[in-house]
């Protein structure tokens, strides 16, 4: 299966208008939305759902996994990552999750440079977390800084608007809340958006809007 597979070409997804797919496991669905491969993938970005006491079978992470819990409590046997938790399990590494209140998760695999090997567990939610403000009102928080890849959530306020820029190794967005437009469409919770090498991006936040965002990992080889 391919589904925005194409890293030379932008893409998005509106969350509303994906439906919610079945997995191999009852009680967990998801709304996919960039995938090569089928259950055994070598790339995916997705939403997943899980069901008030459902779980996922033991697996292995051959290229990694990262998450961002957006509602309820995700768990293994490493412990409870409620609403606002960033975790990243290197490749190699492996769990069995489930969830006994149900949750729903942001989640990215197979995408670590082959060399990460760290593993991150980060409370975005906590009152002392280390938001830095610059002089426009954006907010960041910084959850992981690579060589290959730099992640953060950002806040914008209403009605910023931020001039044209470039990214020479990619730009990738998921709206976690709020709302922004820009150059590829309006943008509302949970959509996602993609952009490689080299594409212009100017957003303007209609509304207080928080993002995950990552650059850095879409270079042009």
């Not at 769990?95 to 995408?111: E, M, N, R, T, Y």
């Not at 082959?114 to 002089?135: G, H, I, L, Q």
């Amino acid at each position: 299966m391919e589904l925005n597979a194409d890293l030379r070409m932008p893409a998005s997804a509106k969350f509303d208008e994906l439906c919610w797919t079945l997995s191999p496991q009852k009680g967990v669905r998801r709304k996919m939305l960039e995938r090569v491969g089928g259950e055994h993938v070598s790339r995916a970005t997705s939403i997943v759902r899980y069901a008030a006491g459902s779980s996922f079978y033991d697996h292995t992470h051959d290229g990694g996994e990262e998450f961002l819990v957006l509602d309820g409590t995700f768990s293994d046997a490493s412990g409870d990552f409620p609403q606002g938790w960033y975790v990243r399990n290197p490749p190699g590494s492996s769990h069995a999750p489930f969830s006994k209140d149900g949750c729903v998760i942001f989640v990215k695999l197979g995408q670590f440079h082959r060399f990460d090997r760290r593993a991150v567990r980060k409370d975005t939610s906590c009152a002392n977390a280390d938001w830095c403000e610059s002089e426009n009102g954006t907010k960041t928080l910084r959850l992981f800084e690579g060589a290959h890849e730099h992640v953060s959530l950002v806040k914008w306020p209403a009605g910023l608007k931020l001039e044209p820029s470039k990214f020479s190794s990619g730009l990738e967005i998921f709206v976690i809340s709020g709302r922004f437009v820009d150059e590829f469409g309006d943008h509302k919770l949970h959509d996602w958006l993609r952009i490689p090498a080299g594409f212009g991006h100017a957003p303007r936040a209609i509304e207080d809007t928080m993002l995950y965002i990552k650059t850095g990992h879409l270079s042009v080889k």
